[in-house]
Nanobody, 126 residues
Framework: VQLVESGGGLVQAGGSLRLSCTGS????????IGWFRQAPGKKREAVGC????????RYADSVKGRFTISRDNAKNTVHLQMHSLKPEDPASYFC????????????????????WGQGTRVTVSS
């Protein structure tokens, strides 16, 4: 099982970026997928997640209304669309897959997730 994040880079504050998480050896559409981020010197924190079934999503308060998680099952990919990026958003962003499948529910606790990608770095310039 491998998860690979892509799409990170440098963006101006207020700008947008779309991250992708592509799976191999795993069908992402059959698993809840979480996005997390970790800035240097800080603890890893949840960004949000997307469930299987109805595809319902949950977001951290810090990104609610700015970030959107979606699936592209044909490409075995989950996207994290980020808008209105702020100076506090820079971090390495990770996607993760949960082996526990409960329809229409996803977890935002990192310990719930079993497979992790290596991360992609997002930098925001002011």
């Amino acid at each position: 099982v491998q998860l690979v994040e892509s799409g990170g880079g440098l963006v101006q504050a207020g700008g947008s970026l779309r991250l992708s998480c592509t799976g191999s050896g795993i069908t992402l559409g059959r698993h809840p997928i979480g996005w997390f981020r970790q800035a240097p010197g800080k603890k890893r924190e949840a960004v949000g997640c997307i469930s299987v079934g109805d595809g319902s999503t949950r977001y951290a308060d810090s990104v609610k209304g700015r970030f959107t998680i979606s699936r592209d099952n044909a490409k075995n990919t989950v996207h994290l669309q980020m808008h209105s990026l702020k100076p506090e958003d820079p971090a390495s962003y990770f996607c993760a897959a949960d082996q526990l499948i409960i329809p229409n529910i996803c977890a935002i606790a990192d310990y719930e997730y079993d497979y992790w990608g290596q991360g992609t770095r997002v930098t925001v310039s002011s």
